[in-house]
């Protein structure tokens, strides 16, 4: 790996790669991730999580026959889920000697200038300390991505991700999904659809490419990634879009090497690290 540069970085993963079908913790994966993640992070790079599932979890542990649809009982079912989610990332990160810390937000912890101060400085605390913030949505409070029609400011963990990063003056922010990047047709309907490896621009017809909304574990498709790359690419890091089957492609997604898609800002920001 380069020891050049250590970087800033946020990793975000999605409600699949975290969950089984149904609905329960795939802890294989979540121990593929960690033990990545607690590496790149004993390299000196900065790691910030951020983490789906609490819903889905929250379903399973509950022993829900199907995810709730009244939004009160997503909330509950989400704050259920989020403590066991905390539960197995601290145990699975304390093994690799890494200390793991929980944030939760809001659209209102971003729109306000006061609070979105307060949270910039509490994420540079916690990475000034060796910590890795694993971040998620505040679905007990807010209804901005488990209920439709409203206005959002965060909406889904594909663009909180982004929003994260953007706060954090990342580097790089890594979208973990289950799908290998952005495709110029569906995979998943059409055998002679192709790998797009790099977007230096959202063009019409890159826009054109996305998707719906995947599983019913998850909210996001490729519609909510592109959002999430536009933010990044506007605010001057790149982005990239990669399958979260293959958690070691970390290393050279860090390394900038060509896996997934990668978003490329015009302009690069200088990092904070």
């Known amino acids: 790996m380069n020891t050049k540069k250590t970087m ?6 999605g409600t699949s790669t975290l969950t089984h079908d149904s609905g329960a913790m795939n802890l294989r994966s979540m121990e593929r991730l960690v033990r990545v993640l607690a590496d790149l992070h004993g390299h000196g790079h900065e790691i ?13 542990k509950l022993q829900l026959p199907e995810r709730p649809k009244v939004l009160r009982f997503k909330q509950a079912a989400a704050a259920v889920g989020q403590c066991r ?15 793991v810390s929980q944030i939760l ?35 007990s409070v807010s209804s901005a991505e488990i209920e439709t029609g409203h206005s959002k400011t965060l909406g889904d ?11 954090c003056r990342a580097d790089l922010l ?16 059409n055998p002679d659809a ?32 592109l959002s999430a790359a536009h933010i990044a690419m506007d605010a001057g890091f790149d982005m ?27 302009v690069k920001t200088k990092g904070a690290v």
């Open 194 to 225: 192709t790998l797009i490896p790099f977007v230096t621009e959202l063009t019409p017809e890159i826009l054109e490419s996305a998707g719906t909304a995947g599983t019913w574990r998850g909210t996001g498709g490729m519609t909510t990634k």
């Open 105 to 139: 937000l809001t659209g209102d912890d971003v729109d306000d200038p006061v609070r979105a101060e307060h949270l910039s400085n509490t994420f540079s605390a916690l990475l000034e300390m060796g910590v890795i913030p694993v971040v998620n949505e505040n679905d």
């Open 85 to 99: 989610i905390m539960h197995i990332y601290d145990s699975l990160f304390s093994e690799y000697a890494c200390t």
């Open 48 to 60: 910030i999580l951020v983490s789906s599932g609490a819903i889905a979890v929250g379903t399973a």
């Open 8 to 13: 800033r970085i946020v990793i975000k993963v």
């Open 240 to 266: 990239v879009i990669t399958n979260g089957e293959h958690m070691e492609n970390l290393y050279g997604i860090v390394d900038g090497e060509q896996i997934g898609t990668r978003f490329i800002a015009s």
């Open 157 to 167: 963990n594909d663009t909180l991700s982004a929003i994260v990063a953007k706060l």
């Open 174 to 189: 890594v979208l973990l999904s289950d799908i290998d990047g952005l495709f110029n047709a569906d995979p998943h309907t």
